[in-house]
């Protein structure tokens, strides 16, 4: 069974950065995709940015490019969303998940198979 977790959420101030992990325990993660999603209260659940096997696919939705910046180490069985410029509109509970690909990311929830508890990101001054 595999069990996912993220790490590194808290609370920034406007223009700030964050930057949030996500391990993965129980078997090798390299034929599997990682997923940033988040929600916000009152919201539905949005995808934010995933990567494939390898740095060449990436996803980001529009409201973060050049801001966020996905990563893995696979390795370490992990991966990274780097958050800089953060906005108060990026507030929510981050959420990082895990699934099966041959090659490429989903930003479909329903691509993943394993998900973490979330962290709470908080942009506020």
């Known amino acids: 069974q595999l069990e996912v977790a993220e790490s590194g959420g808290g609370l920034v101030q406007p223009g700030g950065s964050l930057r949030l992990s996500c391990a993965g325990s129980?078997?090798?993660?390299?034929?599997?995709?990682f997923g940033w999603f988040r929600q916000a209260p009152g919201k539905e659940r949005e995808a934010v940015s995933c990567?494939?096997?390898?740095?060449?696919?990436?996803y980001y939705v529009d409201s973060v490019k050049g801001r966020f910046t996905v990563g893995r180490d696979n390795a370490k069985n992990t991966a990274y969303l780097q958050m800089n410029s953060l906005k108060p509109e990026d507030t929510a509970v981050y959420y990082c998940?895990?699934?099966?690909?041959?090659?490429?990311?989903?930003?479909?929830?329903?691509?993943?198979?394993?998900w973490g508890q979330g962290t709470q990101v908080t942009v506020s001054s």
């Open positions: 129980g078997f090798p993660l390299d034929y599997y995709a």
């Open positions: 990567i494939g096997i390898n740095d060449d696919t990436t």
């Open positions: 998940a895990v699934g099966g690909t041959d090659y490429g990311c989903f930003d479909d929830p329903d691509g993943y198979d394993y």
